[in-house]
């Protein structure tokens, strides 16, 4: 059974950090893109960042770019989100993803989904 667990989400003051972790279980990690999405209340769940099986291939949307980090451990099946400079726009529930085979920026693209974690930031 595949789990994908995130950990790291609270509430943070404006300009602060947070780091968000995505860790799997069930499958072979090294396999798989990651990404993270997140879901503010009353808007579709946005694409923020993916990396891919690797580690070398990463990608962030416009509104993340220069103030967020992905990185992944493949020897422990995690992939963390380090979020720098955070703002209240940041405020949301935020998802790891897990797709076999390469990075896509597209929710119904994605395998398996983690439970969420939440993110609040506040001004």
């Known amino acids: 059974q595949v789990q994908l667990v995130e950990s790291g989400g609270g509430l943070v003051q404006a300009g602060g950090s947070l780091r968000l972790s995505c860790t799997a279980s069930g499958l072979t990690f090294s396999e798989y893109a990651i990404a993270w999405f997140r879901q503010a209340p009353g808007k579709e769940r946005e694409f923020v960042s993916g990396?891919?099986?690797?580690?070398?291939?990463?990608y962030y949307a416009d509104a993340v770019k220069g103030r967020f980090t992905i990185s992944r451990d493949n020897a422990k099946n995690t992939v963390y989100l380090q979020m720098n400079s955070l703002k209240p726009e940041d405020t949301a529930v935020f998802y790891c993803?897990?797709?076999?085979?390469?990075?896509?920026?597209?929710?119904?693209?994605?395998?398996?989904w983690g439970q969420g974690t939440r993110v609040t930031v506040s001004s």
């Open positions: 990396i891919g099986r690797s580690g070398f291939d990463t």
């Open positions: 993803a897990a797709n076999l085979g390469t990075h896509r920026r597209t929710v119904g693209d994605y395998d398996y």
